[in-house]
């Protein structure tokens, strides 16, 4: 009896000659099912009956002639169709022999052999019309359908039912390889370890090109690391490209490999948007490993996300949208490309929005506003650019899921942007407790600028730079008691403003408070002229923070530093100036007391040391506050001195008498005036009289 003629089988291959009989592992469920066994079963039972005298293959050895007598595809071709158009019009078809249907799948196989590895596989050989590997693809599905949905018809061809559709499963995997390769990008292999997951999406992010370098130039190389720039998009598609792609899309889903056809398209797809976004260094990090980050860590990661989630949203997506819309162009596709879009668009940005998540979890902290800021700005400021992706992925009835993937997008997008608010508007009003919890015993040393005030005015200051930002926060964001702030601050109806004029009031009084704890008067005014100088130059500094405060503020503020200097010359040089008049006690009747003016000399001498060496340690950082304190010192005291020194002098004998009471020439004390408020409690020598 002769023997029906086996194509050997491969995975995705048709060009080798190798049979197994093993089974092939697939990725996405699309291994080759063991055809030899169903084929034996079958000739043993086709033995039985031709050796009971039925001729039921058509005759005797007729039914299976030698491969040499065997007709070209064309004329298998033109009987399968003619089968196709009889079964297509619900007419009788005519009878096809289990030999003419083993004899086309082995065709269709030898068809489909040379093209692997061939630029021009997938290329019409006409203008205008289909590919002949989509032709021949096209009609062993056609006939796979017709034997399969009809249980009846199906069995009259045992041998032949598994043998067409083990070769269009076959083919399907070879298709599927095709269209993988193709739409893989080639930075994947490079970002993605290897290993199997075990799972479809895990095996086909790993599994390398299935036809050699054949195929190569259908796929866009990006440049080398050394001339392209990271977060490049994935490569773009030449139009042959695009039509060989579409043609395979074509032949997926002509056959029933709709789902198949998806999931690879979506799985490449995926793996290109990761690589695009490792090229920019950004890796997914877990809600975990957000949580638990330094603030530094954090601050770079958030910079990275930032550059990811922009190029994600203005050239990895359009980039995409524009890829489904060709390849799936044409023949009622349009829908299935906008539906495919939708889910990778959706998980795309669930992927970067998850990281917002994270940040929004971490413990509040008020250095982490500013990026939490950031996040915010970028969100806001994205979403017109995905309305219009979700105007272009959905503009008919058809695309319901695709419409709907993309609306929880842009819910998922404001909830985001939503929790993002609520955490910068409670970061910020945490400054309260900040200020409040800073109830430090110990002064600072010299009545510096106290690093509280330090750390608040360069925060506002900072902060003010968001302002248009925050005020947006606060005014979608506002606490049950944000209108009782803006009516005691004065916001004017701006919940931050009435936050930020809360903060500085309570400095104030924080800094009211720590002046108390000078027990020196004129160092407690020292520290309140350091931090409300500090305060206001920040103010004047920042257009932004100073607009917010206002010129009612600065003023009073102005005042303030005023009354503080009217109370240290007090305090301190009052009673100096008292020992240099002549209140009647230093000359009676005309005469001087000698010993009067001893008393004021020694005593003048003395306040003076005591000034220069605790005054001298006395810190005034604010060059020209400083350069103020000493002016306004020296223009009351030293007129004063010298008037004092002409006329009281000359009553002490010249020589040692003169020298013990008179220590101090006019220059001497304008040089101690100098050496005031500069941190430094050693005093300069003083020259003698």
């Avoid at 199906?154 to 095709?178: N, P, S």
């Amino acid at each position: 009896m002769d023997r029906i003629p086996i194509a050997p089988l491969k995975s995705s291959s048709f060009s080798a000659a190798t049979t197994r009989e093993d089974k092939l592992a697939r990725n996405l469920s699309l291994g080759p099912i063991k055809l030899n066994e169903h084929i034996k079963e079958a000739r043993v039972e086709k033995a039985d009956n031709n050796a009971g005298g039925g001729d039921a293959a058509g005759g005797g050895d007729d039914g299976v002639p030698e491969e040499a007598s065997e007709p070209d595809f064309a004329t298998l071709s033109a009987e399968i169709d003619a089968f196709l158009a009889a079964h297509r019009g619900g007419e009788s078809p005519p009878p096809v022999s289990e030999v003419t249907l083993d004899r086309f799948a082995s065709a269709v196989e030898q068809e489909i052999a040379p093209s692997e590895g061939t630029e021009d596989k997938w290329v019409p050989e006409v203008p205008g019309e289909a590919p002949p590997l989509l032709s021949a693809i096209k009609r062993i599905a056609a006939l796979s359908s017709a034997l399969t949905e009809n249980p009846a018809e199906g069995a009259k061809y045992t041998i032949g039912v598994h043998r067409v559709t083990g070769v269009l499963h076959r083919v399907m995997t070879f298709v599927e390889d095709e269209f993988h390769a193709l739409l893989e990008d080639p930075r994947v292999a490079k970002t993605v370890p290897g290993g199997d997951t075990g799972s479809a999406t895990g095996r086909s992010m790993r599994r390398p090109p299935s036809f050699g370098h054949g195929a190569e130039p259908d796929r866009c190389v990006i440049p080398s690391a050394d001339g392209g720039g990271a977060g490049e998009a994935s490569p773009t598609f030449p139009p042959e490209t695009v039509d060989r792609l579409r043609a395979m899309a074509e032949a997926m889903l002509a056959a029933g490999y709709d789902t198949e056809c998806t999931e690879v398209f979506l799985v490449a797809r995926r793996n290109a948007l990761d690589a695009s976004l490792q090229s920019l260094g950004y890796d997914k990090p877990s809600i975990d490993d957000v949580v638990r980050m330094p603030l530094e860590a954090l601050e770079t990661e958030v910079a990275t996300w930032i550059k990811a989630f922009h190029h994600t949203v203005e050239v990895g997506l359009p980039g995409e949208r524009d890829l489904c819309a060709r390849v799936f162009a044409g023949g009622g596709r349009e829908g299935l490309g906008r539906a495919i879009f939708a889910d990778l668009a959706r998980c795309a940005m669930l992927h970067l929005l998850n990281f917002t998540e994270a940040v929004a979890l971490t413990k509040r902290a008020a250095e982490k506003l500013f990026k939490v800021l950031d996040m915010y700005e970028v969100i806001r400021d994205v979403a017109p650019a995905v309305d219009a992706l979700a105007a272009a992925a959905a503009p008919g009835e058809e695309e319901e899921e695709a419409s709907g993937a993309l609306a929880d997008l842009k819910c998922e997008l404001a909830s985001v942007r939503s929790r993002l608010g609520e955490s910068a508007a409670a970061i910020f009003c945490d400054l309260e407790i900040s200020i409040r919890g800073d109830a430090g015993k110990q002064p600072v040393p010299g009545g510096a600028v106290h690093p509280l005030t330090r750390y608040l005015m360069n925060y506002l200051k900072y902060a003010c730079e968001y302002k248009s930002t925050l005020e947006q926060v606060f005014q979608e964001y506002r606490r049950p008691d944000d209108d009782e702030h803006e009516a005691a601050g004065g916001g004017g109806g701006d919940p931050f403003a009435a936050q930020l004029m809360e903060v500085m009031e309570l400095l104030h009084g924080n800094l009211e408070a720590k002046s108390r704890l000078y027990k020196d008067p004129s160092l407690s005014s020292i520290f309140l002229m350091n931090n409300g100088r500090y305060m206001l130059q920040k103010i004047r500094g920042s257009p932004e923070i100073n607009a917010v405060v206002g010129e009612a503020w600065s003023r009073k503020r102005s005042t303030d530093l005023r009354q503080y200097h009217k109370n240290y010359q007090r305090e301190t040089w009052s009673r100096v100036l008292n020992l240099l008049r002549d209140d009647g006690v230093i000359t009676v009747k005309g005469h001087v007391q000698k010993q009067v003016l001893k008393d004021r000399f020694k005593q003048f001498n003395a306040a003076m040391d005591e000034i220069q060496r605790t005054q001298g340690a006395w810190v005034v950082s604010d060059e020209q506050l400083q350069s103020e304190l000493r002016v306004s010192i020296a223009a009351v005291i030293v007129p004063a001195y010298r008037s004092f020194l002409g006329r009281f002098a000359q009553h002490f004998t010249a020589g040692r008498q003169t020298e013990k009471y008179v220590k101090l020439s006019g220059e001497d004390l304008e040089a101690i005036i100098e050496e005031l408020f500069d941190g430094n409690a050693a005093s300069m020598p003083r020259r003698r009289m």
